[in-house]
């Protein structure tokens, strides 16, 4: 009798187990993507992928190529920390074509900062609406500077 | 006979390998090829992940619950309509004391209707019941132990070596167990992509040098965003650093986030 | 304190109380009912096998006429224990990256090695080393397909001299002492799963896994009492009593067990009374009210430990067919005190917000990708699996070779 010879049922479960692992792993190189683990247990693609996203909101800075005078007016007031798209709405694409006019419709009313709210913190000036005045706000206030009336 | 019949069907074992094997490449390569045509991955070039390090900061003596940051983030990154939010506004109310209750304050009172992202409705309590009410703005944590990256089953959110936790939306399988774990309750399955979604910091912005939407658009400079790696003189970032005495949210999870906020009270979690 | 926040919100959210983070505020919840049924159908799996185990490594003699039923079982409802986490998936065409690509921190990704492990060198491999006897012999005398079928499952090794039957018998035994650990691997694991979110206190808790697999034993032996019984009826067969008395034994046990470690659960949150306590009494109170409180501690706890138990003092003095009948109850029972303890667990953990300052309720689908009838399809096949693995292993026709006395082959 052969010492080492494995019994025919155990030998058929070894090939068998050789094939699923072998397929596991074979499959494993074929379907892991390429750049997987280039900085972790991710694709490196991804960073890419989700940096590639057109931005939407233009930003201060790009306003500042043409209208640097208003600007530099707000700079000097209250409003300075206002960023242009705020009340003016969403303006990439006005700042790739002039022609094309900010989205007003994402743009924002002094009321909406400035309406009294409990939980708003007591150095913000906040005004009860129906108790200041019913008019326009532009009528005594201006925008981007204001301290100063018109 | 019997091995015969044994190298028989390895053979045909090993067949049916090299077929799959085959197939698979084959599937794969016109995978590659469509997905080079379809997704455009113009990263910003010059862009290295190694030489940054994110930071966002919220003055939370500054926040004026006026809901901006909220539609900017959702118009900027296409949030869909509905419950879903990469970044919220709560309001806090903290009623006085009841007349003869032993207890120091009230029970708080807390909403975020939409997100705060049409601002708030006239608070429930008349304002001389309230002991204080200010509003926390909320997002992803950006925790340097992400317990949501820990749980993912095939590495589809990930830390990014700038601190960005990120998901990858080609690659996740939507299971949601990054949201479960998610102490935050940062993060939403989007129902469109139905792939897991939440803040990014904007990684489309500030990989191209812009500021993130929420951080551009806050009129009252309550949240503060910036390179740890890259500070200049009179970075705002650097100021609220020395300024202030800072806390994150449910320290006690050590998820250590990277979301400083300065002003917070202890009802917030 | 929950009342008085609802006014502010119940304009806009009514199925909200209190406040929650407005991403939790969706209708349907995230893990559903297909959810509730995975862990029950993983958890009966692995009762089944560890019941079957009784027979091979603890030389339980009594139990010998279920351990092919309890081991099939076992196989049929592990065959569908990952078809719920795959229709819950929002991208289920991306499954494939669970195992190409794990994430080795992750205890879903874990599961997915557990699980090809369990099913593939535990509990197909000790099934075959049981079978593979009876395999060449049934080939030898059926035709046809079912012929075509045995004759594929001996893998062409037909060596049934003494020898290698003694050989099989050895590795059935060595395959069930891995097994246990197992077993209780593949269950515990998915008590991880829930126990490992420290986001959530009402999962977040090391004794999570422990109950998992206790409730597991418990259900699985409930449910081979089940199968066992309605397959002698079906044959209309009698019941070998000396072996339902000790599967009700074992039951007994594990359900004592079972039930302490839950109460202690229970005595510890309470004590402990951590931060969300509140919230957490709440939904016991209200949303979990019916399925806690009647569902797992009633029907599936208190009930049938009384029953079992008298059964315990009093097994002499009563018929064997209102005994046959207890033991059945008790059995459908458990059955169904386990499913609520899943519902309890994993809805539970989404009842309330991670805020700790709301509740949420629900409109669960009956239709849809998360619904109701998906979940009760998926709980229905495993049964249907188990019907073609008696038709085929267990028939009637086909009588199974006689199994050597099990102390011979271990020394």
């Known amino acids: 009798m052969h010492p080492f010879k494995l019994p025919p049922q155990i030998l058929r479960l070894v090939l068998l187990t050789l094939a699923i692992v072998g397929s596991y792993l074979v499959a494993r190189a074929f379907l892991t993507p390429p750049s997987f683990g280039q900085y972790g247990w991710y694709r490196g693609d991804a960073l890419g992928l989700i940096a590639s996203r057109p931005p939407v909101f233009a930003g201060k800075q790009a306003c500042d190529e043409c209208h640097s005078d208003i600007l530099k007016k707000l700079a000097q007031d209250a409003h300075k920390t206002l960023s242009c798209e705020a009340c003016h709405g969403v303006s990439r694409q006005h700042g790739d074509n002039p022609d094309i006019p900010p989205d007003k419709a994402t743009g924002s009313h002094c009321i909406r900062c400035h309406e009294a709210n409990p939980a708003r913190p007591a150095w913000f000036k906040q005004i009860v609406v129906k108790d200041h005045y019913s008019g326009k706000c532009t009528e005594c206030h201006m925008p981007h500077q204001p301290t100063q009336t018109p | 006979m019997k091995t015969q019949f044994s190298r028989r069907s390895s053979l045909l074992r090993l067949g049916g390998a090299i077929a799959g094997l085959l197939t698979i490449s084959a599937v794969r390569t016109a995978k590659a090829v469509v997905q080079k045509v379809f997704v455009s991955t113009s990263a910003p070039k010059g862009y290295d992940p190694t030489k940054h390090k994110w930071l966002m900061c919220i003055d939370d003596n500054k926040c004026i619950g006026c809901g901006l940051c909220v539609e900017a983030c959702k118009r900027e990154n296409g949030v869909p309509e509905g419950p879903y939010f990469r970044t919220w506004i709560e309001r806090y109310i903290i009623p006085k004391p009841k007349p003869g209750s032993d207890r120091t304050r009230g029970e708080a009172l807390v909403d975020s209707p939409n997100g705060g992202m049409h601002g708030f409705p006239e608070p429930p309590l008349p304002k001389d019941q309230i002991e204080h009410a200010f509003f926390v703005p909320k997002l992803c944590n950006l925790c340097e132990n992400p317990p949501c990256v820990q749980v993912c089953p095939v590495g589809a959110t990930f830390r990014a070596p700038d601190g960005a936790v990120l998901i990858d939306p080609k690659y996740c399988i939507g299971c949601g167990f990054c949201i479960q774990a998610c102490p935050y309750g940062s993060r939403f399955l989007n129902p469109v992509t139905k792939t897991a979604e939440k803040c990014t910091l904007c990684y489309h912005r500030i990989t191209r040098g812009l500021k993130p939407a929420c951080v551009e658009i806050c009129p009252a400079e309550a949240r503060i965003f910036g390179d740890l790696n890259n500070l200049h003189a009179d970075d705002p970032l650097q100021k609220f650093y020395e300024k202030n005495r800072v806390q994150v949210l449910k320290p006690y999870l050590g998820t250590e986030p990277r979301v400083l906020y300065a002003g917070l009270d202890k009802e917030v979690r | ?411």
């Open chain 3, 1 to 411: 304190m929950i009342t008085e926040v609802t006014n502010i919100v119940v304009e806009v959210l009514p199925q909200f109380e209190g406040y929650v983070f407005p991403n939790e505020a969706i209708a349907q919840p995230l893990w559903s009912t297909l959810i509730v049924v995975y862990p029950y159908i993983t958890g009966l799996v692995a009762g089944a096998f560890i019941m079957a185990s009784l027979v091979r490594v603890f030389n339980v003699k009594a139990l010998e006429p279920v351990y092919r039923l309890s081991m099939l079982t076992a196989l049929a409802f592990l065959l569908c224990a990952t078809l719920p986490l795959l229709c819950h998936l929002g991208h289920p065409e991306r499954c494939y990256e669970i195992m190409m690509t794990p994430h080795m921190t992750s205890p879903m990704a874990i599961f997915g090695f557990v699980y090809a492990w369990y099913l593939m060198a535990v509990l197909l491999l000790e099934l075959w080393f049981d079978f593979r006897q009876d395999f060449v012999k049934w080939s030898k005398v059926t035709s046809g397909f079912r012929g075509i079928i045995y004759r594929a499952l001996t893998l062409g090794v037909t060596d049934v001299s003494e020898q290698s039957v003694r050989l099989d018998m050895k590795m059935e035994w060595i395959l069930s002492i891995v097994g246990i650990p197992s077993a209780f691997l593949l269950h515990g694991y998915v008590g991880f799963i829930f126990g490992s979110i420290k986001a959530n206190p009402w999962w977040g808790n090391v004794l999570m896994p422990i109950m998992f697999i206790l409730s597991a034993i418990v259900s699985g032996i409930a449910l081979c009492v089940f199968n066992y019984i309605v397959l002698t009826w079906i044959r209309r067969k009698t019941v070998d009593m000396r072996c339902l008395d000790t599967m009700a034994m074992f039951l007994f046990y594990a359900l004592v067990v079972d039930a302490v470690i839950e109460g202690l659960d229970v005595f510890h949150r309470g004590y402990a009374a951590e931060e969300g306590f509140a919230v957490l009494q709440t939904m016991i109170r209200e949303k979990l009210f019916y399925t806690l409180n009647i569902g797992q501690v009633g029907i599936g706890t208190l009930l049938p430990l009384l029953m079992l138990g008298s059964l315990q003092l009093l097994r002499r003095r009563v018929p064997e067919a209102i005994r046959r009948t207890m033991i059945f109850c008790s059995g459908a029972m458990i059955l169904l005190g386990v499913l609520a303890m899943r519902w309890n667990v994993v809805m539970g953990g989404q009842f309330f917000s991670k805020s700790l300052r709301g509740v949420m309720s629900y409109k669960m689908e009956f239709a849809g990708q998360e619904g109701w009838l998906i979940s009760a399809v998926i709980l229905c096949l495993p049964f249907i699996i188990l019907t073609v693995l008696v038709k085929l292993f267990l028939s009637e026709q086909l009588q199974p070779s006689e199994h050597e006395p099990q102390n011979k082959s271990t020394t």
